[in-house]
């Protein structure tokens, strides 16, 4: 069907339209009569089916043609997946087994077949019923050290690098979404917004009048749209993480974009930190709350840690890029100097990292797209006690980004809000 016009699939019409494809009937058998189609999107924008029959299962991901979360209205284009495509084969070249095998794309029909985790579920259901994770924050911390510096300048040259910024480039609409709703909308009453009210009409207001944070919150969208440093993810939250007790895997590149090496990992501990602030609505008993809460802040402290140990790992390893060249700094004996550069540069990235991070608190609270973690609780007033906190201590980053010193004092920061 590669060639056929653009056509969303439905449970009823995948067996037909996509039977006759031999990846497919490796996986599930040539008799579809025997397969069996689910559809289980449960983000904002795509189509995902589960594919199954007696011999295997696959994952069906095909973009539509509008934004899925509000219809039609809101076109977006098809070519995400294309991106999302690209990302994906990348992200498992530069850090193998983080992410799902991908077995076909068909750019007409927008569409990714992929390996089917399971019996994987959404980290983001996880962080609601108090399970932990022992390899999480290494796994996590790693995929960002090595997605980042090997999608750079420290590690590509420069013919393979514009190359692939002008493929990502193309990405454009994505990343306007990304640039409006995360650093505009949220800071101004805004169409697509919504908030818990009027509980928390009075701290919108107050952020909303802040003048030093909307210059602040301006200032890191400079630093996004400005400086594109490595293929990022671009949406990895904690609804892009799948988790077994023993495995943790990244889904769902399609914001695949160049730009600051600080923002994967800001907005994942924002994600980690909504969860913390979210714990209250979830559990009820405080001894259990709080013990829960310390294991999350413990899982941020440990991701920027595996992150800064392993990048700084590549730096002295794998610096084959155009940046800092070893002709500069070690064959010259000047181990110093490197080591300055690597300083200097890790500070950069947790100054920026900080910034995205506090940016994206406020836009799940405040703006179109929320998470499942405060919008589950149904008491709005305990709802608004957790968002509140949440929204206060991301201002408190954006706006001292350049004078918080490490990840403990952050631990420290949410410990003194309850
Ligand atoms: P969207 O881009 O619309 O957010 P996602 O890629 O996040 O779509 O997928 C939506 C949901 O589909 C995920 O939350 C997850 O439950 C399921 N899913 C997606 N990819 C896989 C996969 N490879 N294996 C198992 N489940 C998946
Ligand atoms: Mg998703
Ligand atoms: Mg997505």
């Keep these: 069907m590669s060639n056929s016009v653009y056509e969303a699939l439905t449970p009823q019409t995948l067996g037909e339209r996509l039977g006759k494809l031999d990846v497919l009937t490796e996986y599930l058998g040539t008799d579809i009569s025997t397969w069996s189609v689910k559809e289980v999107g449960d983000g904002n924008l795509n189509l995902v089916f589960i594919v199954e029959s007696a011999s295997g299962s696959v994952i069906v991901k095909q973009a539509l043609p509008y934004v899925r979360l509000v219809g039609d209205s809101w076109p977006l284009p098809l070519s995400r997946a294309f991106f999302e495509y690209h990302a994906l084969k990348r992200q498992a070249l530069r850090d193998p087994g983080s992410v799902p095998e991908i077995y076909h794309f068909d750019e007409e029909q927008a569409l990714i077949i992929m390996e089917f ?37 420290l590690s590509m040259n420069a013919a393979e690098r514009k190359q692939d910024v002008a493929l990502f480039a193309g990405n454009d609409k994505l990343c306007d ?172 990235i947790w100054q920026d990292m900080l910034g995205f991070c506090g940016v994206e608190m406020h836009r799940r609270i405040l703006g179109l797209a929320h998470i499942a973690e405060l919008d589950t609780i149904e008491d709005e007033t305990l709802r608004a006690q957790c968002e509140t906190k949440a929204l206060l201590f991301g201002r408190h980053l954006i706006k001292n980004r350049h004078a918080l010193g490490a990840p403990a004092d952050l631990s420290r920061l949410a410990l003194v809000m309850e």
């Excluded at 399971?118 to 980290?123: A, G, N, R, V």
């Excluded at 290494?138 to 300048?153: C, I, P, W, Y």
Aim: with cysteine.
């Design 177 to 348: 979404i990304t640039e409006n709703l995360i650093f505009n909308d949220p800071y101004f009453d805004a169409e697509m917004n919504r908030h818990t009210t009027p509980h928390l009409d009075g701290v919108v207001s107050e952020l909303r009048a802040d003048m030093d944070l909307k210059v602040e919150v301006q200032h890191l969208k400079s630093i996004f749209c400005a400086n594109a440093e490595t293929m990022l993810h671009g949406d990895l939250h904690t609804g892009s993480v799948m988790v077994t007790p023993s495995d943790v895997k990244v889904i769902d590149p399609e914001f695949a974009l160049y730009g600051p090496m600080g923002f994967d990992v800001g907005m994942l501990l924002a994600n980690f930190y909504m969860a913390y602030f979210a714990q209250p609505g979830h559990i009820a008993d405080a001894e259990g709350c709080t013990d829960y809460q310390a294991w999350i802040l413990q899982v941020c402290e440990d991701i920027w840690q595996h992150f800064v140990s392993e990048f700084s790992h590549l730096w002295r390893t794998e610096r084959t890029g155009i940046l800092y060249p070893a002709s500069l700094y070690e064959d010259q004996g000047h181990h110093l100097a490197s080591e300055q550069a690597l300083t200097q540069m890790l500070s950069k």
């Design 117 to 153: 985790l399971t019996p994987h579920i959404i980290l983001r259901h996880d962080l609601m019923s108090a399970t932990r994770h022992e390899t999480l924050a290494e796994v996590l911390g790693n995929f960002v050290a090595r997605t980042l510096f090997r999608g750079s300048d």
